[in-house]
């Protein structure tokens, strides 16, 4: 993503690559009528022992959203809910040109509600990953919430074109919401098992 760095991961902790596992990455581009270069490139550290923690990333989405032509201030919500314990770790919260706002929240099984992230004003060409001071545990239960606000307005310089309703889509002129989190769990829990899609 635009001004992202490399996810990383908390001592005894580690991703799980299967032997054998194919990588796959997909990269967008946009043209801009010039010529340039890709030097994409990729870059691996192996655990030295085995982790004692898996790190898992996840993601909070809603693929059906809509966008009016020339909204200013249009609310997306999409949220998931915790199967199981996981302890989150950081945040990347991922939206196209018509990106305005977005909020992480959690709300627990007794009901109290956080703030996990405020991001007032969203700036697609830099797209960052927030890591928390101290991870916070979260129990089974906890319904984590991404809402994002979006500009479809001739006011954003940014607008392809804000004649247009917009849709979910891969291409820049197509918008997301993706709210990515990092999960640390036990070794030996299948991801699968950790959250599923709770409404939209």
Known sequence: MPGGVAYKTLPGQARLIPAGTDLIFQIHYTANGKEGLDRSKVG????????????????????????????????????????QPATLQSLFPHMHVRGKAFQYTATLPNGESRVLLDVPQYNFNWQLTYYLDQPITLPAG????????YDNSANNRYNPDPTKDVYWGDQTWEEMLAGFVDLAIPVGMDPMELVRAKGR
């Open 44 to 83: 691996i550290v192996f655990a030295k022992e085995p982790p004692k923690e898996r790190v898992v990333n996840a993601f909070i989405m809603n693929d059906t959203l809509h966008i009016p032509a020339g909204d200013g201030n249009h609310r997306v919500d999409g949220k998931v809910t915790l199967q």
């Open 142 to 149: 906890t319904v984590l919430q991404a809402t994002a606000f």
